[in-house]
């Protein structure tokens, strides 16, 4: 089975980098530079890449989320990313 993490917030910075904020992250599975699919049941919106891992400044309330980035358009609302039903699909 892929590796999957919940997406549960979405950033988008003045450069254009988006920031997917997630939950359910193995901290021994490596994401980074590879493919990843945006996912809700047997949805998929869409195909990116995750090119950095992003320090989240309140960490230590959320112990169980890291913050990943992507150059790439991310094509989800922020109520969507809110909602739960969307995860980051690692593909392999």
Known sequence: MRPR?????IFV???GTTVLACSGCESTI???GKKAKIVSGDDIRQ???LSRERKMLNQSLFPDQKAFETIDFVNLSADEARSGNWFIAICE
Request: glycine share 0%; charged share 20%.
């Open 5 to 9: 993490m919940q997406i549960n917030e």
């Open 13 to 15: 910075l003045a450069d």
């Open 30 to 32: 490596d994401v980074l």
């Open 47 to 49: 195909t990116l890449i």
